[in-house]
């Protein structure tokens, strides 16, 4: 494999240069102002990603999955009743992940391919008149299936049921790449990792809560400790961390806000819109069809596409890799075999974007897809040369 | 604070530039081979580092204190008693961390700069004709109190006894710098961390799993999942994880083991003994004590100096950082104010360590301490010169 | 400008990772038998890369021009005779550069696009019967005009006139990308630098000399110092340099020795002829034609494309720069405006090449070429995918 | 030999992690604005180093000895006649680089530990009625002695003798470590390197050119090219060089001087003169005496140390290298195994000096000489103790 090409994996993302050069850092005292002193920016850097005044920041050293697992047990007691929905291979694992931890979670189940049923929802929460549920789990972007769901429905459904739930948020592949408002759309628990959005390593666990979040951690009865909340944020008073802190990631993290916003948030969700609308230009110019059912759902971080019948979507990933050396990702659980999938979030180009299509066809055609070679390349070629430079109005579809 | 001279810390270490480079990686596909190729020496070379044949190796992203939930977790249900002694903070911590996930801990309390009481445990053991007792946790090297304590003894006080619990062993600060033997010991759960005697910076939490451990696993009704070893397990048979792996630190962890074997083990020991040994003759020069109690428990890690009657060792701490930029490490817990700190561990030089102890004296003169400029360093020169070079007997109290 | 995206330029290359890593060490003396045991699998390595066995190789720290100046300085003196054919920018470039040491230069003068004119070379060599002219120089690669001339004629031109001259090659942008061979073809003095088939930042000059070119040393009286032979080669007895040596670039040559051995130099011309193919397919579909005038001229490392009349080339190369981020060469000299020039020498792979076709693209049709989006794309696609993975039969056209 | 010790040699330096940071980049475009933009304040910030606003600022990619060539070839001519003392090995050096490319040089031998004499050089000039001396060579500071010159003292014989000689003046190991004042001076060529007062690797000979100087440019005719001030300048005025430019090290001089500049150039050069200070305390304390002959000669970079006598210096640099890992310099020429060298100059701390301090003890005491271990640390605490943090008037001696 080689490491010359980039890599079109849904996360980690293809890493800038300068991000590297942040982390590469020699040991510095983790009790000494120097990392508190970079610590505190940190902090504050992806409240405003993330769009939140009124919300504190977590960082710990572990991954998104470790972060679910931070605002699950905060907040939540074994035995709660959780509503989720399961429409792709992320919001499955975060529903085992409450099982494990003894929650009773309600599953709306949904086509792999949709976003979530903000309908369903809020007929459950209507429904739950004893406010037995806890906890509304919501998956911004699903990974699995390049679907993006609208959390600002999901809070109306919450609204209209007058229902005091806390809204879970999985933003571990939107955050930093397309918008998220998490004050403005009541998210109670925000997560997400350093190796999407924030274009590092994997390595943090990065989680907003808000203030009612907050106080339901003062009741929740799960077993917690390194992922205490608690401890974090009398450590955070401080300047440290109740432990061995990651020095170099968190170091990584201011710079990657900084490079966010040296570009305008409304920029890099623009670049994403406009990186992923080529790529769907080209899926289409293929005859082809994304996982996702709808264009309001489209990702800009992921696409999932949807191989002709009767062929097999992993031997597109093994072959890219093992011929091209380009990486690309398989499908998961239901979809497996069925999709492949094309990372484009982070840091990522409309150049390099279309070494990846030309690859893809190249590999469509050694597997006797029927996919003319160039085709996709061509749109998206012809879509991005209108568009590069061009100052795009984000929509609220764009974004 | 400057970052030339070296760290003095007890962890994270000055990393080595080859380590450096180890972990500026681009990113690669975590689900290629690529990764599998680079992980299956990772984990089998800290097999060789741990002494185990036996046993199983798992690395998560996190941190040791990570490190200590997993081997608890794992092996352990709500309500399960367990024996440890507290001698030093994070002795303490652990306990701490026991009562959380809600085990019934049975605390030795012993004074700090003592090491494990391994008669105390053998008594309590034989008291415990029952069996109750699932667990006996030791920390190997109290990194507070630069204690190491004898891991044979309490195995051997466990078999005098005949009981079954499970031997849990933090090894945060002692594991590839001062020896450690998993098999011989009969050591069922074994944590470490990245950032000490490996060298890297935080991020990794280092589980061996000995067979017995194993088969606890499958009763253990603890809640986890982030850390789960099934999971870990079954991922690892097909080369990978269940969420995405550290993988820049796991290309160090396969350099550092490299790197420490190239040394050879033994000398690694025999190197640690040494500096250690020549701080310790500069304490001895300055006519101050070591908290340990005892030459057997002298930690070639770590050093814990006590401070004289009346004067604040935390001040040593902060003057050193502000005046020469120098870092060292506080007392902490019981001994906070009455102790400071030098870490010797890692990459770490005699000519290194001069540096580190010309600078306590600068900070001890400028404080008042009664300690002549210059008279640990002579005493500590003396010893460097005369035994650098030369090939050391490893003896049981040097490793 | 994006660093995201590879660059096309001919030199300096994309650096490998691996190289990037190579060359971050931190200082270490220079007097050292560390560095000692560095340079000399330096030396080594660069006489196997240009196929020496005779030859000595001294590596400067300065560029190829300073390459170009040693290798004559070293072995001529004011007012000796040398003869040289002018055929594009960097051929030109060297005739100016002994016309100011003080050479009498006889230049043939050849079309922009042609190779070296063995024939009018064994003329005026014949014609020379007192065997005044004491050098012929020779430019491998013109990277001016992408043409690659036959090394192997000019040395029988100058077998068949039976003329004692010296022969200097220009390899900078050959050496290490095309196959170079130093005794096969009697090159006296063989000029490269780090910047092209080695793969690394530009500092290096690096010169082969023959056993003829060190006895003409002797007897050279042009000035010099900085580049003085003699001070070097008897440095190099002690393992070191007569001044600071360039270490890191130094150690980044030992890897990219090491790198161009594992891929076997077989399969590094190959690949790139295979790249640089693509790339001719490309252009032969767009309708136009290289600079270079005949297949066997063709270099591997650098395509001179020339763009239809009335259309300037230089646009091509800003506006690819500022609109896509991505780095063309500009035509120089004679073919100022008339050409663009894509590099793909050194660290280059059969998808990257297609992000830079697919960006010529984009940029040629917002100039208003006559060339249709996708068509190079399609064509190099067809012959990557056919090719790619194939074990090539290095034909002499071929390498 | 470790790579963990800090180098006591007298350049290249340690480097600063910002700056091993500042030049681990990818390749970009040197004809691109993203080079223009970066290599302008590079010269602009040399300027201010070196303290001129009339003169220019020229950067080959090559060492100290580049420079010096550089400065000579491009303002002189073969058969002129240049003054020169030689007091030390550069300075020899320099004599031989000038007889080399055809310069007539009347030398002033003066002892070696002796500075400039500049009474000797008012004589001289005075003689020189019919001004057939074009230049005056001074090196600011003997690396090979660690003595500094002053340089104001041999502008005040030319002015004296109202000789209308060009004055060069070697800064190479003065330069951005001691205060150095071009235009104050009237120093017409200044020359120095990258891996010295920059910190930086080798691989930049860096002049200054006074606009006297670039009048003579135009009639001097030695031979150059590679290092020809009129390319280079007009290049500049297109923001780039005549051939490919060493693009890493420019954006890591540009680096260089925001860091000297943020702790400011007096500080900087205060720091050195503590620093050396500190080790000239030990010296004493050692009952051992400097090469330079007088406290006003000392230089803030290197000191080179008398060693008693019948024993060799040059043992305690291989003892050093072998048994502890510590660079420290030999004596060189006349001076050869008579004195040993420690290099304090660049990035540098109070607190790694002291380990270098502490290490040369060491050394001495295996060596028998007469040197109680410890004697020279306590008098370099004692001095760094009362100094660190101290505001200094950075009298004329100290600067």
Not at 25 to 40: C, G, K, Q
Request: proline share 5%; glycine share 10%; hydrophobic share 45%.
């Amino acid at each position: 494999m080689s490491t010359q090409n980039p890599v079109f994996i849904p996360g980690p993302t293809n890493i800038p240069d300068r991000l590297r050069r942040a982390i590469d850092v020699p040991t510095i005292d983790h009790r000494s102002s120097l990392f508190a002193e970079a610590f505190r920016p940190a902090v504050d850097g992806v409240k405003r990603i993330l769009k939140t005044r009124t919300g504190e920041v977590i960082i710990f050293p572990a991954t998104g999955t470790g972060g679910w697992e931070a605002a699950i047990t905060n907040t939540l007691s074994p035995g709660d009743k959780v509503l989720a929905a399961r429409h792709g291979m992320f919001s499955h694992r975060w529903i085992d992940l409450c099982t494990r931890h003894g929650l009773d979670v309600e599953v709306i189940e949904a086509d792999w391919g949709e976003g979530l049923p903000a309908d369903r929802f809020e007929a459950a929460l209507t429904a739950d008149t004893g406010h037995r549920i806890k906890a509304v789990l919501a998956t911004h972007n699903e990974t699995a299936t390049g679907v993006r769901s609208d959390i600002a429905a999901v809070r109306k459904a919450l609204d209209a049921a007058r229902h005091p739930a806390l809204l879970y948020v999985d933003g571990v592949s939107s955050i930093a790449s397309m918008d998220f408002r998490m004050d403005e759309w009541g998210v109670d628990l925000a997560v997400t990792g350093s190796q999407k959005g924030f274009m590092l390593p994997a390595g943090l666990a990065i989680i907003g809560i808000s203030p009612k979040a907050q106080a339901a951690m003062e009741k929740a009865r799960c077993a917690r400790c390194f992922f205490d909340f608690r401890d974090m944020l009398s450590s955070y008073q401080r300047g440290g961390y109740p432990y061995t802190p990651p020095i170099n990631l968190i170091f990584g993290l201011v710079e990657s806000v900084k490079m966010l916003e040296q570009e305008g948030l409304p920029n890099v969700f623009a670049r994403h819109f406009r990186i992923a609308e080529g790529i769907r230009k080209a899926v289409e110019a293929w005859g082809l069809t994304l996982c996702a059912r709808d264009p309001r759902l489209y990702s800009n971080t992921v696409s999932a596409i949807v191989v002709p019948s009767g062929l097999d979507g992993t031997k597109v990933v093994t072959h890219a890799a093992e011929k091209f050396g380009v990486a690309f990702g398989v499908g998961l659980g239901e979809v497996a075999g069925k999709v492949f999938r094309i990372g484009h979030l982070g840091s990522m180009t409309d150049v390099m974007a279309l070494s990846g299509i030309a690859t893809a066809e190249m590999v469509m055609a050694d597997l006797d897809f029927p996919v003319p070679l160039g085709s996709g390349v061509r749109a998206a070629q012809d879509y991005y040369r209108a568009t590069n430079g061009v100052a795009h109005r984000v929509t609220s579809k764009a974004a």
